[in-house]
């Protein structure tokens, strides 16, 4: 098995010459490139079974001067040469028990080209690593290394042997260790957490330690205060300071003074605690002491930052991980004098890059994204009432223009500091108004108007520009209250919508010209009014223009309500500009404006008679609360409202129906009818937990190509420098209907990457529901006030933003006015920079395999030599293009739908769904088109089934395409229906006359019974004891209870299903259950699945379980079932079903089926009794019609895990994979009477949950054939395809090419774990392989291993090699490519290399150890 992705915990980081980051996740090392921009530039799996904790670097080579990467990087810019030649560092990598060397080689010619390399075998030591050090003062490579029974060893890493070994006399477990190091032995100290909750300070290399029992040392200082463990030590040798990270939420600061150095200082013999900070909210897992400062992240997911010499106030709070914390934290030196890094690493597997500028100690502030407001001092007449930003959508503009209009009905300005009164209202306007602003372009000229629209209780409305406020216009909108003014942007004007008394929405076409006398003209058209339907608030809140192409122009509005509505008017309103209305206001007298304006009214009044009617209405989708906003980008439509909830719709266009032919007076009339249009709504993405006032969405911006996904921190440098580039920079997904083709007109309606704008409690913030986190938060006080975000015009969400609003009669910015928005000393303030996404943060419970996607269209060119296909760009494609597409979902309550490229290793975030209440248990997928089996090229489209806590089901559309554009997949989600118990039971009459169901029903399993044209039939085990059948209907977007039963009467934790077919053409459906009490129940569904699908009532009875299968002691957590080769039977097959279950047996039944004998579907096959392992085989008396069912024979491993087995799948026809919570992957052959151990592999990913596995498709071996030829290109080194799209070389070392473990698995006997067959030998049914391939309900599993290097061409191989993908889920996910060897002597050789690779080091003889001391 060799690994092709892996996603796990992030436990090592370390910065080196705030050049490099180098991280360690799992075994596998890599380095990311910080100048000029951040990337990934290379990686290596160093440590075979062992997590990477610690990386320490030792200069092999020193720099010359100004040989940087920053300086040959302005070099570079400079068109300057460097002849810096290449220099190398040796890494100490530890984690477990187990050390290694590598080498990082930089070629400072070229930044890019970094190289890491293995230096000698993997070191296996007795005890758990928890610290190493270079020695300074040794020109070996000596390592002094801390292990958890509180020792310390000096070892000679180039050799592999320990030179001494030294114990202190107090040998308990310690939890954390810091070695001070200096020249030699002699000069070390060591600071140990141990599991008493103290620190202990002791010398390894004191002279008198022949004077103790053993060698061992006494402890010099012991420092007592910590209620908890102790995690992890800093020291700050300038200062004499220790902190410590504890297991009681607490940071503790030391006074300790000299430590270290020459001599091996111990400090003061009375040190004290100088500070404790209280601040995360669960344990504090790493910490970091700097001048001034603490850096401290822990299990809440926030690192923060601490100014300790200032009264242990928090300056800062870095959060940008899922749930499960941050498990590595590294800080820079910042000796630049721009601020140190501060890099974090998540439980969720991503990494992140923070700025932390030497400004930020001064800072006060208890949350990062947390602004400092300005008070903007208003002094005009009144209360200020609405503010809004002027002036926004000048590309020069700056954060400084604000337009306010008070209780007094006065508009001001804000300009350069100072308040202006631009306009004085009448009466009217007192007390109440409305306001809104908007720019609009001059017709004619380059120059732009910043126009203002206010709004008053008689139905007046004053437009003027705030440039020449004198040449306002007043327009009427009816008698009554205007309740909401909105501007929308045309081809030509703005569009202005003024929302009425009785549900009338008046709107104008409004134009600017400039006449001969360089005054401004208003070209003021009147357009049919819009009616609302009728409901209580009967008012306009949200409203957007549709830019058609066709005649007519479409109107999207949302109302106080709830509701969505869509308008539709001729173009011929729209193109109507009515010339003659042309009105000079810069030389108007006032008699003519009176005339004009009485004449204007008398054409309002024609054209509000023609008022328009909504063609659709989606009522009250938001709730009672109403719709806050409404926006259209790449055809789809996205609406907030104070509901919590975005809803993503799109106008559906319903076909024209044929046209019908009249006929009058002997002539035949063709008439067409129009096609249909109506709203219809595709998905509800919610936002965080109380974040229920949500008021608009933005699109996310991305800077960054899909091929250089870690190249991210470059825009957060200078995002003010950016256009927006809309449709190369933003994420896009699949169009939502399945059933139609897809055109070019049809590829931009594809769900974008959005973030939500609203309220949560008292904070303003900005939130990102796929990363879910937050981007910026201010404490405005809550959602009932007037606000504005800038910029916001453009409905991009460019990383920053400023918010001005109003709070108890004061006008409040975040930000102050004229500075330029962005990053620059500003950083971190979104969250940081992602130099890798993270997943789930939590466990992943069950997983499902979708398909597989690539392109072959684009513009490419042919690499001959190594037969790679690269595009242009730098981007591979070919059959190393093709993503293979999953879906997780776990405890956080999210479903994932992710892109794995297996050769490169990349993992893409398509899509987060939210919708669960609780976590998600299990997931199927039923794939609904043949892109992704045979053609990756074509769309490939599924329907997922979800389910978990709280008995909850969802149900979606999934369709995932080809973006041209980013050159990678995309996907689309289409909520379907969705379905919960306790729904189910408040709608029932006799409700108080039943339980009401638990709140902790959850759901365990779920399998695919039968898929029809018009729905699909599903199977739920859940643990109140019921199986549960369901019926989900696409088109009716609903989910229906067919029937449930109680049999087990304890809780069911697996299900799966077989299809019979006999040789008349009739198909018999069987579903196996498991329970927790180890048996396995057996139902023929054939009758009840006609029954139940013809009457949907709810009101067919439950069949009986035909056969009950003794197979295990305790719970069965995972069922397999497939029908042997048809033929062996006469009348008759044999049914195998492979169990597993938390006993760790692996028990594999085969159940002989015998069909009726005159082949007809009858009744349900139910036995009188119920047979049992103690009378098997066991005859039983049935009608002919029915099926019989036997056990046959069973066959049991009884250790097959040493934990609880808790995923199985079916790799081929004979080929088992097995998972446990111990961290290994298993693979069986099973025959009809036995089963076969054939490999196993230890993974990295903890608390396994889940499987998916699959064949490997045609091609595979071609792409084997083709990285063997790279090769050969790069002289033997193994090379990969990086996120830039550039090679990677790694070299090899015995059998870790490319840093990978090599295991093959094998059988017993020596023979191939799966031999290839033919096509009809492996076609057992529909749905053995489907099920392992699309309908696998499991849980979570294991982590990266090593990969295993492809051998030389010279070797005799045949022309098509068996190839599978495994997937194991738990923390984190791990996708295992599955090679099957030709013979036992191949796997032999090769395990025999991978130990030539391990030496266990030990300790000399004691002569060895004392001339060594000497």
Same mark, same amino acid.
Not at 540 to 548: G, N
Not at 605 to 614: I, R, S, T, V
Not at 1150 to 1168: D, L, M, R, W
């Given at each position: 098995?060799?690994?092709?992705?892996?996603?796990?915990?992030?436990?090592?980081?370390?910065?080196?010459?705030?050049?490099?980051?180098?991280?360690?996740?799992?075994?596998?090392?890599?380095?990311?490139?910080?100048?000029?921009?951040?990337?990934?530039?290379?990686?290596?799996?160093?440590?075979?079974?062992?997590?990477?904790?610690?990386?320490?670097?030792?200069?092999?080579?020193?720099?010359?001067?100004?040989?940087?990467?920053?300086?040959?990087?302005?070099?570079?810019?400079?068109?300057?040469?460097?002849?810096?030649?290449?220099?190398?560092?040796?890494?100490?990598?530890?984690?477990?028990?187990?050390?290694?060397?590598?080498?990082?080689?930089?070629?400072?010619?070229?930044?890019?080209?970094?190289?890491?390399?293995?230096?000698?075998?993997?070191?296996?030591?007795?005890?758990?690593?928890?610290?190493?050090?270079?020695?300074?003062?040794?020109?070996?490579?000596?390592?002094?290394?801390?292990?958890?029974?509180?020792?310390?060893?000096?070892?000679?890493?180039?050799?592999?042997?320990?030179?001494?070994?030294?114990?202190?006399?107090?040998?308990?477990?310690?939890?954390?260790?810091?070695?001070?190091?200096?020249?030699?032995?002699?000069?070390?100290?060591?600071?140990?957490?141990?599991?008493?909750?103290?620190?202990?300070?002791?010398?390894?290399?004191?002279?008198?330690?022949?004077?103790?029992?053993?060698?061992?040392?006494?402890?010099?200082?012991?420092?007592?205060?910590?209620?908890?463990?102790?995690?992890?030590?800093?020291?700050?040798?300038?200062?004499?300071?220790?902190?410590?990270?504890?297991?009681?939420?607490?940071?503790?600061?030391?006074?300790?003074?000299?430590?270290?150095?020459?001599?091996?200082?111990?400090?003061?013999?009375?040190?004290?605690?100088?500070?404790?900070?209280?601040?995360?909210?669960?344990?504090?897992?790493?910490?970091?002491?700097?001048?001034?400062?603490?850096?401290?992240?822990?299990?809440?997911?926030?690192?923060?930052?601490?100014?300790?010499?200032?009264?242990?106030?928090?300056?800062?709070?870095?959060?940008?991980?899922?749930?499960?914390?941050?498990?590595?934290?590294?800080?820079?030196?910042?000796?630049?004098?721009?601020?140190?890094?501060?890099?974090?690493?998540?439980?969720?597997?991503?990494?992140?890059?923070?700025?932390?500028?030497?400004?930020?100690? $001064?800072?006060?502030?208890?949350?990062?994204?947390?602004?400092?407001?300005?008070?903007?001092?208003?002094?005009?007449?009144?209360?200020?009432?609405?503010?809004?930003?002027?002036?926004?959508?000048?590309?020069?503009?700056?954060?400084?223009?604000?337009?306010?209009?008070?209780?007094?009905?006065?508009?001001?300005?804000?300009?350069?500091?100072?308040?202006?009164?631009?306009?004085?209202?009448?009466?009217?306007?007192?007390?109440?108004?409305?306001?809104?602003?908007?720019?609009?372009?001059?017709?004619?000229?380059?120059?732009?108007?910043?126009?203002?629209?206010?709004?008053?209780?008689?139905?007046?409305?004053?437009?003027?520009?705030?440039?020449?406020?004198?040449?306002?216009?007043?327009?009427?909108?009816?008698?009554?209250?205007?309740?909401?003014?909105?501007?929308?942007?045309?081809?030509?004007?703005?569009?202005?919508?003024?929302?009425?008394?009785?549900?009338?929405?008046?709107?104008?076409?409004? $134009?600017?010209?400039?006449?001969?006398?360089?005054?401004?003209?208003?070209?003021?058209?009147?357009?049919?009014?819009?009616?609302?339907?009728?409901?209580?608030?009967?008012?306009?809140?949200?409203?957007?223009?549709?830019?058609?192409?066709?005649?007519?122009?479409?109107?999207?509005?949302?109302?106080?309500?709830?509701?969505?509505?869509?308008?539709?008017?001729?173009?011929?309103?729209?193109?109507?500009? $009515?010339?003659?209305?042309?009105?000079?206001?810069?030389?108007?007298?006032?008699?003519?404006?009176?005339?004009?304006?009485?004449?204007?009214?008398?054409?309002?009044?024609?054209?509000?008679?023609?008022?328009?009617?909504?063609?659709?209405?989606?009522?009250?989708?938001?709730?009672?609360?109403?719709?806050?906003?409404?926006?259209?980008?790449?055809?789809?439509?996205?609406?907030?409202?104070?509901?919590?909830?975005?809803?993503?719709?799109?106008?559906?266009?319903?076909?024209?129906?044929?046209?019908?032919?009249?006929?009058?007076?002997?002539?035949?009339?063709?008439?067409?009818?129009?096609?249909?249009?109506?709203?219809?709504?595709?998905?509800?993405?919610?936002?965080?937990?109380?974040?229920?006032?949500?008021?608009?969405?933005?699109?996310?911006?991305?800077?960054?190509?899909?091929?250089?996904?870690?190249?991210?921190?470059?825009?957060?440098?200078?995002?003010?420098?950016?256009?927006?580039?809309?449709?190369?920079?933003?994420?896009?997904?699949?169009?939502?209907?399945?059933?139609?083709?897809?055109?070019?007109?049809?590829?931009?309606?594809?769900?974008?990457?959005?973030?939500?704008?609203?309220?949560?409690?008292?904070?303003?913030?900005?939130?990102?529901?796929?990363?879910?986190?937050?981007?910026?938060?201010?404490?405005?006080?809550?959602?009932?006030?007037?606000?504005?975000?800038?910029?916001?015009?453009?409905?991009?969400?460019?990383?920053?933003?400023?918010?001005?609003?109003?709070?108890?009669?004061?006008?409040?910015?975040?930000?102050?006015?004229?500075?330029?928005?962005?990053?620059?000393?500003?950083?971190?303030?979104?969250?940081?920079?992602?130099?890798?996404?993270?997943?789930?943060?939590?466990?992943?419970?069950?997983?499902?395999?979708?398909?597989?996607?690539?392109?072959?269209?684009?513009?490419?060119?042919?690499?001959?030599?190594?037969?790679?296909?690269?595009?242009?760009?730098?981007?591979?494609?070919?059959?190393?293009?093709?993503?293979?597409?999953?879906?997780?979902?776990?405890?956080?309550?999210?479903?994932?739908?992710?892109?794995?490229?297996?050769?490169?290793?990349?993992?893409?975030?398509?899509?987060?769904?939210?919708?669960?209440?609780?976590?998600?248990?299990?997931?199927?997928?039923?794939?609904?088109?043949?892109?992704?089996?045979?053609?990756?090229?074509?769309?490939?489209?599924?329907?997922?089934?979800?389910?978990?806590?709280?008995?909850?089901?969802?149900?979606?559309?999934?369709?995932?395409?080809?973006?041209?554009?980013?050159?990678?997949?995309?996907?689309?989600?289409?909520?379907?229906?969705?379905?919960?118990?306790?729904?189910?039971?408040?709608?029932?009459?006799?409700?108080?006359?039943?339980?009401?169901?638990?709140?902790?029903?959850?759901?365990?399993?779920?399998?695919?019974?039968?898929?029809?044209?018009?729905?699909?039939?599903?199977?739920?085990?859940?643990?109140?004891?019921?199986?549960?059948?369901?019926?989900?209907?696409?088109?009716?977007?609903?989910?229906?209870?067919?029937?449930?039963?109680?049999?087990?009467?304890?809780?069911?934790?697996?299900?799966?299903?077989?299809?019979?077919?006999?040789?008349?053409?009739?198909?018999?459906?069987?579903?196996?259950?498991?329970?927790?009490?180890?048996?396995?129940?057996?139902?023929?569904?054939?009758?009840?699945?006609?029954?139940?699908?013809?009457?949907?009532?709810?009101?067919?009875?439950?069949?009986?379980?035909?056969?009950?299968?003794?197979?295990?002691?305790?719970?069965?957590?995972?069922?397999?079932?497939?029908?042997?080769?048809?033929?062996?039977?006469?009348?008759?097959?044999?049914?195998?079903?492979?169990?597993?279950?938390?006993?760790?047996?692996?028990?594999?039944?085969?159940?002989?089926?015998?069909?009726?004998?005159?082949?007809?579907?009858?009744?349900?096959?139910?036995?009188?009794?119920?047979?049992?392992?103690?009378?098997?085989?066991?005859?039983?008396?049935?009608?002919?019609?029915?099926?019989?069912?036997?056990?046959?024979?069973?066959?049991?491993?009884?250790?097959?895990?040493?934990?609880?087995?808790?995923?199985?799948?079916?790799?081929?026809?004979?080929?088992?994979?097995?998972?446990?919570?111990?961290?290994?992957?298993?693979?069986?052959?099973?025959?009809?009477?036995?089963?076969?151990?054939?490999?196993?592999?230890?993974?990295?990913?903890?608390?396994?949950?889940?499987?998916?596995?699959?064949?490997?498709?045609?091609?595979?071996?071609?792409?084997?054939?083709?990285?063997?030829?790279?090769?050969?290109?790069?002289?033997?080194?193994?090379?990969?395809?990086?996120?830039?799209?550039?090679?990677?070389?790694?070299?090899?070392?015995?059998?870790?090419?490319?840093?990978?473990?090599?295991?093959?698995?094998?059988?017993?006997?020596?023979?191939?774990?799966?031999?290839?067959?033919?096509?009809?030998?492996?076609?057992?049914?529909?749905?053995?392989?489907?099920?392992?391939?699309?309908?696998?309900?499991?849980?979570?599993?294991?982590?990266?291993?090593?990969?295993?290097?492809?051998?030389?061409?010279?070797?005799?191989?045949?022309?098509?090699?068996?190839?599978?993908?495994?997937?194991?889920?738990?923390?984190?996910?791990?996708?295992?490519?599955?090679?099957?060897?030709?013979?036992?002597?191949?796997?032999?050789?090769?395990?025999?290399?991978?130990?030539?690779?391990?030496?266990?080091?030990?300790?000399?003889?004691?002569?060895?150890?004392?001339?060594?001391?000497?």
């Amino acid at each position: 098995m060799e690994t092709a992705a892996l996603v796990a915990p992030i436990t090592g980081l370390e910065f080196f010459k705030e050049e490099f980051l180098l991280t360690g996740e799992g075994p596998i090392l890599s380095v990311y490139s910080l100048q000029p921009q951040p990337k990934a530039s290379t990686s290596l799996s160093v440590l075979q079974q062992s997590r990477i904790h610690g990386i320490r670097v030792r200069s092999q080579a020193t720099l010359p001067a100004q040989s940087s990467a920053t300086s040959i990087h302005k070099q570079r810019e400079q068109g300057q040469s460097s002849t810096t030649e290449p220099s190398f560092y040796d890494l100490a990598v530890f984690g477990g028990k187990a050390v290694r060397l590598v080498r990082l080689r930089v070629n400072f010619k070229d930044v890019k080209q970094l190289r890491l390399e293995v230096l000698g075998p993997l070191l296996e030591l007795h005890d758990w690593v928890l610290d190493a050090r270079w020695l300074s003062g040794d020109k070996q490579s000596l390592l002094c290394v801390a292990v958890a029974h509180n020792g310390v060893l000096l070892l000679d890493a180039v050799r592999g042997e320990a030179l001494v070994q030294h114990s202190c006399l107090e040998g308990c477990l310690l939890y954390s260790a810091l070695l001070l190091v200096h020249e030699s032995l002699a000069d070390t100290v060591l600071i140990g957490g141990t599991v008493f909750n103290q620190l202990v300070i002791w010398k390894p290399g004191r002279e008198d330690e022949s004077k103790n029992s053993r060698h061992k040392a006494p402890v010099e200082r012991r420092l007592s205060g910590h209620s908890g463990v102790i995690f992890s030590i800093s020291y700050l040798q300038e200062k004499g300071y220790l902190a410590s990270a504890s297991d009681d939420r607490s940071v503790r600061v030391w006074g300790v003074g000299a430590l270290g150095g020459p001599g091996g200082k111990c400090g003061d013999l009375n040190p004290a605690c100088l500070k404790v900070l209280y601040g995360h909210q669960a344990r504090v897992f790493s910490v970091h002491l700097s001048p001034g400062r603490v850096f401290s992240a822990g299990e809440d997911g926030t690192c923060l930052i601490w100014d300790w010499a200032g009264g242990g106030k928090v300056v800062r709070t870095l959060k940008g991980h899922r749930a499960g914390g941050v498990r590595a934290l590294a800080v820079s030196e910042g000796e630049g004098g721009d601020g140190r890094l501060v890099a974090t690493g998540g439980a969720d597997g991503g990494v992140r890059l923070w700025k932390v500028h030497g400004s930020d100690e $001064k800072e006060s502030k208890e949350e990062a994204v947390t602004e400092k407001l300005t008070d903007l001092q208003f002094s005009g007449s009144g209360l200020p009432k609405v503010v809004c930003i002027a002036g926004e959508e000048d590309e020069n503009a700056t954060w400084s223009q604000f337009v306010v209009c008070t209780d007094k009905g006065v508009v001001c300005q804000y300009v350069d500091g100072k308040w202006e009164t631009l306009w004085q209202g009448t009466s009217d306007f007192h007390s109440y108004c409305v306001m809104d602003t908007v720019t609009v372009s001059v017709k004619g000229s380059a120059a732009t108007v910043h126009l203002c629209a206010v709004g008053n209780l008689s139905g007046s409305l004053q437009v003027l520009p705030t440039s020449h406020p004198q040449s306002g216009i007043l327009l009427s909108g009816g008698s009554g209250k205007i309740h909401s003014i909105i501007w929308q942007k045309g081809k030509d004007g703005v569009y202005l919508l003024a929302s009425g008394a009785e549900g009338l929405v008046y709107r104008w076409c409004i $134009k600017v010209k400039i006449n001969e006398s360089c005054s401004l003209v208003f070209n003021v058209n009147c357009l049919p009014p819009f009616l609302l339907p009728r409901c209580a608030k009967r008012w306009l809140t949200a409203a957007v223009r549709l830019h058609s192409s066709l005649e007519e122009v479409l109107w999207v509005c949302g109302d106080r309500r709830g509701s969505l509505l869509l308008y539709q008017e001729e173009e011929k309103f729209d193109q109507n500009t $009515k010339e003659d209305e042309e009105i000079d206001k810069g030389l108007m007298a006032d008699r003519k404006q009176a005339a004009d304006e009485q004449e204007e009214t008398q054409e309002s009044k024609e054209a509000h008679d023609l008022m328009l009617q909504p063609l659709s209405c989606l009522f009250g989708v938001h709730g009672k609360h109403g719709v806050t906003s409404v926006c259209e980008y790449q055809g789809l439509l996205y609406s907030t409202g104070k509901d919590g909830c975005v809803r993503i719709f799109r106008v559906n266009r319903t076909p024209p129906e044929k046209c019908k032919e009249s006929k009058q007076g002997g002539k035949g009339e063709r008439v067409e009818i129009k096609e249909r249009l109506q709203l219809e709504m595709l998905r509800v993405q919610r936002a965080c937990k109380g974040m229920e006032w949500l008021e608009r969405v933005l699109i996310l911006e991305s800077e960054v190509p899909v091929e250089q996904e870690e190249e991210v921190v470059g825009e957060c440098e200078h995002p003010h420098k950016t256009k927006h580039h809309l449709t190369v920079k933003l994420g896009v997904a699949g169009e939502g209907d399945v059933e139609k083709k897809f055109e070019a007109e049809d590829v931009k309606g594809r769900e974008a990457r959005f973030v939500t704008v609203g309220f949560h409690a008292a904070h303003f913030v900005v939130w990102d529901p796929m990363r879910q986190e937050r981007l910026l938060a201010v404490p405005c006080g809550g959602g009932h006030r007037s606000w504005s975000l800038w910029p916001s015009h453009t409905g991009i969400w460019s990383g920053y933003g400023a918010l001005v609003f109003i709070k108890q009669g004061a006008v409040l910015t975040s930000q102050a006015p004229g500075e330029v928005l962005g990053w620059v000393g500003k950083s971190g303030r979104s969250g940081g920079c992602g130099l890798r996404e993270g997943v789930h943060g939590r466990g992943i419970w069950c997983v499902a395999r979708l398909g597989r996607i690539g392109e072959f269209g684009n513009e490419i060119l042919t690499n001959s030599v190594a037969g790679i296909t690269e595009n242009v760009d730098g981007s591979m494609e070919g059959e190393e293009g093709k993503w293979e597409i999953v879906v997780t979902g776990g405890e956080d309550t999210s479903l994932a739908v992710l892109a794995l490229h297996p050769v490169s290793g990349i993992i893409k975030v398509l899509s987060v769904i939210t919708d669960h209440i609780s976590g998600v248990r299990t997931v199927a997928a039923v794939p609904r088109a043949e892109g992704g089996r045979g053609n990756p090229s074509q769309p490939l489209s599924a329907l997922l089934v979800s389910a978990g806590g709280r008995a909850q089901i969802q149900c979606y559309q999934l369709l995932i395409v080809w973006d041209r554009q980013r050159l990678a997949p995309s996907c689309q989600v289409i909520q379907v229906a969705n379905h919960r118990l306790d729904e189910q039971w408040e709608k029932r009459r006799n409700r108080h006359k039943t339980v009401k169901v638990d709140p902790e029903t959850r759901y365990v399993s779920v399998t695919v019974v039968e898929e029809k044209d018009d729905c699909v039939v599903l199977a739920l085990s859940c643990s109140d004891g019921a199986i549960r059948l369901f019926s989900v209907n696409e088109v009716k977007n609903q989910i229906d209870l067919l029937w449930e039963t109680f049999y087990h009467h304890r809780c069911v934790l697996s299900v799966a299903t077989c299809s019979l077919d006999d040789d008349n053409g009739n198909r018999y459906k069987l579903l196996f259950s498991a329970a927790t009490d180890g048996k396995i129940a057996v139902w023929d569904l054939t009758e009840a699945l006609s029954l139940s699908t013809d009457h949907l009532s709810g009101a067919t009875p439950p069949p009986i379980p035909c056969l009950d299968i003794p197979a295990h002691q305790s719970g069965i957590n995972s069922l397999v079932v497939w029908e042997e080769k048809r033929g062996q039977q006469e009348g008759g097959c044999l049914v195998t079903v492979a169990s597993g279950g938390d006993d760790g047996q692996l028990t594999v039944s085969t159940v002989k089926v015998q069909y009726p004998e005159n082949g007809k579907i009858g009744g349900s096959s139910v036995f009188s009794q119920i047979s049992n392992s103690q009378t098997l085989p066991q005859a039983h008396v049935q009608s002919l019609n029915q099926l019989q069912l036997h056990l046959h024979s069973q066959s049991q491993i009884p250790l097959a895990h040493a934990a609880p087995l808790t995923a199985l799948k079916l790799l081929s026809p004979d080929i088992l994979v097995s998972t446990s919570s111990d961290q290994r992957i298993c693979l069986w052959k099973v025959s009809s009477t036995t089963i076969h151990h054939s490999g196993a592999l230890c993974s990295h990913v903890a608390d396994a949950a889940g499987l998916a596995v699959w064949e490997g498709e045609e091609g595979d071996e071609k792409e084997k054939i083709t990285f063997e030829q790279v090769n050969a290109v790069f002289g033997g080194k193994e090379s990969r395809i990086t996120e830039d799209g550039t090679f990677r070389e790694d070299l090899k070392t015995g059998d870790e090419s490319k840093g990978r473990e090599p295991v093959e698995a094998m059988s017993k006997s020596g023979g191939p774990v799966c031999e290839t067959s033919d096509e009809n030998e492996c076609e057992t049914t529909v749905n053995s392989r489907d099920q392992a391939e699309y309908h696998s309900g499991s849980e979570t599993a294991s982590e990266a291993n090593t990969k295993m290097g492809f051998k030389g061409s010279g070797e005799s191989r045949p022309k098509r090699t068996a190839v599978g993908w495994v997937l194991v889920v738990g923390q984190g996910f791990q996708l295992l490519q599955v090679r099957i060897p030709e013979m036992g002597e191949k796997v032999s050789r090769e395990k025999r290399e991978e130990e030539s690779q391990r030496v266990k080091v030990t300790l000399q003889n004691q002569a060895a150890c004392m001339e060594s001391n000497r």
